[in-house]
């Protein structure tokens, strides 16, 4: 009895070591998780990050890597997120087919853990994907899916209704889809969603201009979505408003204002690597000034087209190389 | 002979107090044992079903079996049948037997390239019945990391040939490089041009700013003098004026016209001013926009990831607790639509 109390200190002490061992053992797992949680979250970030500057195969990978540590943690919420993100990116690298299975995938997986914020989003950008691989049919029934489950929710997205709105304009009913764009123009200026504010403006705008009539409606809407794009600083939206505005003034005979509008997208696209759309302003430049007998300024525009010319040319042989 | 109870108070109920700390460890680590059952769902009623396959290779105990991406059970046992087939038995989740129906199959795949490996169970029919416990189920084959790298061993090869090429003196880097320098030169040109050309416009239009003064100074000047001749006339030549009344009026509504046309002639000189104060500050504003916002958002990343990536950075960083975010629909510059946003509020 003696003997086994001399040791009961060193056997309290061993018996404790064990369960602490035992204990840590069982808790490693537990640690694993927000590690790898936080993992991936810094790969969403990075992701959402290359996506924003407009670099999609590195969000790309970014995303998939943030899936596979999602995926290892049952981390049903983050699954989720990258699944659509992943969809997004793909449509935007025109990967249609690939983009469909992931967000199909994402769609299941928010009907299983009852996420309808996220089946809408999933269900929306299953309608962009369909669109955009040219089947409007499919596109439609998924994106009035989508709307469905925002109008359950309470939720008005401005992103939807342009893309409804899009659809509804390729099958040729402008009436409703100017409704919807309007609705959506609205609640993107209220949401301070800037780029689906101007792209609601740039759709109004295309309408407006395809209905026929002298395009001064169609040029106020232009000119909207040009001040919006300007703040954004989006090179490539602000060269298409500056064309649509330049086309627009010249319908309407306001030839200065047309030409100083070619000027300026000219100078924009070449900046930005469109050279084909740098040479189409030349082209109109060469024949509002012809046509205003100012030789001089046609003859200075036909030589910078030619040399625009033979850079692209010189691109694409590189490019072919 | 010692008593260690009467030298030190602390040992005395000696066994009491380890018995009750070995009951609550114990109990501790059962209870520990049952949430972590519960957790990796071991105490939820199981059943089987088996598939039979060639190789036993990329296949091992405890390995995930998923359905549409779920986890639903776990590969319980592998075994080498009779007639030298391997067997593998899957247990399944109870809840997620009304899934595998008869025209559901297994596969093996993988996570990515170079993720986990596990069984998938594909979605049986809906018309069809659900399988029974031990039923056994048909297998696909599914390309192995053999096959992929079969196909992949061509696309090396020409990676190679690429590589090599693009490293020549004449090869698309090189050439590539080679072009963009001349058309960075042409673009500076064509910015001093520009720049010139501004200039030029604005010294025009300061001259014809003058031009147009003095030509309204010296209008003024012979509408006074036309007005006091006509002055003159009248008082001198009333007759011939009465019947000639009407050429007169005539003569005094073209000159009122004047002022209104120099006026107009005014309002387009600020057009054009403000115009090409516009095309001045639009040209070099793009270029200047980018380079600044992109200096920034390196140094920016650069920064964050040092401190991200540190040890310190590690230990500060709160645990992640949050409801991941989805990137817009409409792909284009997050960072700077989030920056001027804030900014405007």
Known sequence: MTGYKKNIHRRTAAAFLAAMFFLAGCASDKNGRPFLEKKAAGLEAAGADAYGGG???????????????????????????????????????????????????AITLAAGIKDDANLSEARAT???????????????????????????????????????????????????????????????????????????????????????????????????????????????????????????????GRVNDAAFLFERH??????????AEAVLSIEELIKIYTASGDGKKASEYIILKDSLIQAQGARISNAEK | MDNTEDKDSR?????????????????????????????????????????????????????????????????????????????????????????????????????????????????????????????KIPYAKSGGMEDIMEEVKPILTEVKEI?????????????????????????????????????????TMKKTGAFIETLNAKTGAVLTTTNKLVGDVDTRMNLVLDKA??????????????????EKLDAIANDVKKLSGALSSETPRLQRIMTKAEDTLTEGNALVKGIKEGWAGNLM????????????????????QKKDSQGSK
Request: proline fraction near 2%.
């Open chain 1, 126 to 252: 299953l309608a962009k994907a369909h669109y955009s691989s040219g089947n409007g049919a499919m596109a439609a029934d998924e994106i009035d899916a989508a709307l469905a489950i925002d109008e359950r929710l309470g939720a008005v997205s401005g992103a939807k209704l342009n893309l409804k709105a899009s659809i509804l304009m390729d099958t040729g009913r402008a009436i409703e889809a100017k409704e919807l764009l309007k609705k959506a123009l609205k609640n993107s200026e209220s949401a301070d969603d800037i780029t689906e504010a101007a792209n609601a403006l740039r759709l109004l705008a295309g309408i407006e201009s395809a209905e026929g009539t002298d395009g001064s409606a169609a040029l106020k809407f232009y000119e909207r979505a040009y001040e919006l794009d300007k703040t954004l600083g989006n090179p490539f939206k602000i060269a298409v408003d500056l064309k649509n505005m330049a086309a627009l003034n010249l319908r309407a």
């Open chain 1, 266 to 275: 000219y100078t924009a696209a070449k900046t930005i690597g469109l050279l």
């Open chain 2, 163 to 203: 590589i090599h090429f693009m490293n020549s003196p004449e090869g698309d880097l090189k050439a590539t490089l080679r072009n963009a320098k001349t058309f960075s030169s042409d673009l500076k040109e064509t910015r001093s041009n520009v720049d010139k050309m501004v200039i030029e416009v604005g010294s």
């Open chain 2, 11 to 135: 040992f005395r109920h000696l066994e009491v107090k380890i018995g009750v700390m070995t009951v609550a460890a114990v109990a501790g680590i059962i209870l520990l044992i049952i949430l972590i059952g519960v957790q990796k769902d071991l105490f939820s009623s199981k059943y089987h079903v088996h598939f039979i396959t060639d190789s036993g290779s990329g296949f091992k105990v405890g390995m995930p079996v998923k359905l549409s991406g779920f986890k639903i059970g776990r590969v319980r046992d592998i075994e080498l049948s009779d007639d030298a087939k391997v067997k593998v038995t899957a247990e399944i989740n109870k809840k997620y037997e009304r899934w595998l129906r008869s025209g559901s199959k297994a596969t093996s795949a993988k996570d990515g390239l170079l993720g986990e490996s596990f069984v998938e169970i594909t979605l049986g029919p809906a018309k069809e019945r659900v399988i029974a416990d031990g039923e």
């Open chain 1, 55 to 105: 670099d999609y195969g590195a969000s790309l990978r970014k995303f998939s890597e943030a899936l596979a540590a999602n995926r290892s943690v049952d981390n049903r919420a983050g699954e989720l997120s990258d699944l659509i993100n992943i969809g997004r990116v793909l449509i935007l690298l025109g990967d249609y087919g690939s983009s469909v299975s992931y967000l199909n995938e």
């Open chain 2, 245 to 262: 009344g009407g050429a007169a009026k005539k003569a005094d509504e073209a000159m009122s016209r004047l002022p209104v046309i120099t």
């Open chain 2, 317 to 336: 960083m709160p645990e992640v607790k949050r409801r991941p975010e989805l990137v817009p629909l409409d792909g284009y510059l997050i960072r700077k």
